[in-house]
């Protein structure tokens, strides 16, 4: 009598691996799955980013806006632009000033622009004239 490994042939009845094809399909399943959740990794990582970036202009639209509140001469009517560094970048700032029904106070709109391709940031408040 031969030796034989105790494992073989005791296979019982309804028992049975996996066959090539099913892990091959279960494999693919599998890989969907993890590009899937890089892609949305990525998505994630863009929106952070351009959550920090719109911050950031409304926190510089808001300096410019105290600025100009603060300043004893008001802004002259008509458009301005300019640009100032916060936050270790270069923001464009475009400033539009209309004067209002009441002679007292003055219409500013504040555009703040950082990075080319995202959307600027648009502040409008009221200045009162001295």
């Known amino acids: 009598m031969d030796w034989v490994p105790a494992c073989a042939g005791t296979r019982r009845k ?23 959740l890089v892609r949305l ?9 351009d959550l920090d970036s719109k911050a950031m202009g409304q ?3 808001r300096n410019l806006m105290v600025e ?7 802004p002259s009517v008509g458009t301005d632009e300019g640009e100032v560094d916060n936050g270790g970048r ?8 209309k004067a209002m029904d009441d002679k007292r106070l003055l219409q500013v709109d504040l555009t703040v622009d950082g990075q080319a391709g995202s959307s600027p940031v648009v502040l409008s408040f009221v200045r009162v004239v001295p």
Do not use: C
Request: proline fraction near 4%; avoid cysteine.
């Open 41 to 49: 990794q990525g998505v994630t990582l863009r929106t952070a980013a």
């Open 59 to 61: 926190i510089v639209a």
């Open 14 to 36: 309804g028992e049975r691996g996996f066959t090539l094809l099913e892990m091959l399909v279960a494999l693919a399943v599998f890989s969907l799955a993890a590009l899937a």
């Open 68 to 74: 100009m509140q603060t300043d004893p001469a008001p």
């Open 90 to 97: 270069r923001w464009r700032w475009n400033r539009e000033v």
